[in-house]
């Protein structure tokens, strides 16, 4: 079995940053890819970004193309979401993914394990 653990969220002021860091434990997650998705209230879960088993590959939405850089340290298997220039409209639960796809457009897709969420707070 495989957990993942997230850490990093808090409260941040409009125009501030956070690094958001999501541990793997149990069995190895070298061949998977990894993501990021969030959940704001009474809103679907939504896709942020994800990257190739490799970190030769990633992939971004739309609205975080810029601001958001995703990345993995396999050796420590730890994958990374650093967040800058955050806006309210980024508050949201932000949750750690591994699978072989990910996403489909901007929802969850064939996800194979999640973590427990960790909460983002950026006040205006």
């Known amino acids: 079995q495989v957990q993942l653990v997230e850490s990093g969220g808090g409260l941040v002021q409009a125009g501030g940053s956070l690094r958001l860091s999501c541990a793997a434990s149990g069995r190895t997650l070298r061949t998977y890819a990894m993501g990021w998705f969030r959940q704001a209230p009474g809103k679907e879960r939504e896709f942020v970004a994800r990257i190739s088993w490799s970190g030769g590959n990633t992939v971004y939405a739309d609205s975080m193309r810029g601001r958001f850089t995703i990345s993995r340290d396999n050796a420590k298997s730890t994958t990374y979401l650093q967040m800058n220039s955050l806006k309210p409209e980024d508050t949201a639960v932000y949750y750690c993914?591994?699978?072989?796809?990910?996403?489909?457009?901007?929802?969850?897709?064939?996800?194979?394990?999640w973590g427990q969420g960790t909460q983002v707070t950026v006040s205006s």
């Open positions: 993914a591994a699978g072989r796809v990910l996403q489909k457009g901007d929802r969850p897709y064939e996800i194979d394990y």
